[in-house]
């Protein structure tokens, strides 16, 4: 089995060999009287996921490079800018069988939490990356409108439909990065890979029509 690791849209170029996937608990115990202990099931807690990640320095047969080779100082400042950005993002694990047929994925969005760049002369020139994410659940204050009256524009039939967008995959094109330059979500990515009948999502050619819708 294959599997790929992404980034916010980054495919590491080695696969970590151990992936570890901690789902916090938020269930509590109480305590009553005449009933002794019960549990009271709550919302599982933010997820939280840690890997080491290799950046090799020398040309390895088994390293993927999808839009050519890249240093590491390429692979140091993607972590950087997405540890500085505070900003979410989506971290990807794709599962595929030996003949390129999708099993199951892990598609969570994530934060940086922590990393710390190791050194060992054992390694030679590659540098390991220790990584930790956490979940991260979208928040917000919630509005209510009310809207008396009718529009037209919502009567069903009133609207106009468009037809679906097709493009053109180009080369060093992803699904992922196409999604989300155009659809505004690059975890659309599964959908679409569906609509068009592809069995993996990470293998596109150019000149290769996508149906966007």
Avoid: H
């Avoid at 390293?63 to 950087?80: C, D, K, M």
């Amino acid at each position: 089995m294959a599997y790929c690791f992404f980034l916010d849209g980054v495919q590491l170029p080695v696969t970590p060999s151990t992936l570890s996937l901690k789902i916090a608990n938020q269930n509590e115990t109480l305590n009553l009287i005449s009933d002794g202990e019960i549990n009271v099931l709550k919302t599982p807690g933010l997820t939280e996921v840690s890997f080491d990640m290799l950046i090799p320095q020398v040309d390895y047969p088994f390293a993927v490079y999808p839009n050519g080779r890249q240093n590491a100082s390429y692979y140091l400042g993607v972590v950087e800018k997405l540890k500085t950005s505070k900003k979410f993002f989506q971290f990807v694990v794709s599962r595929t069988s030996p003949n390129g047929q999708v099993l199951f994925d892990t598609n969570l969005t994530v934060s940086l939490e922590d990393y710390s760049i190791e050194e060992d002369a054992e390694n030679g020139m590659d540098l390991t990356l220790s990584i930790k994410l956490k979940q991260y659940r979208p928040y917000s204050t919630k509005t209510v409108q009310i809207s008396t009256g009718s529009s037209s524009s919502n009567r069903p039939g009133s609207g106009s439909s468009s037809s679906p967008m097709i493009y053109t995959v180009k080369k060093g094109d992803c699904l992922w990065n196409i999604c989300k330059r155009y659809l505004g979500d690059p975890t659309k990515c599964w959908e679409i890979a569906r609509i068009n009948n592809i069995k993996n999502p990470n293998l596109i050619y150019a000149g290769q029509t996508i149906r966007l819708g």
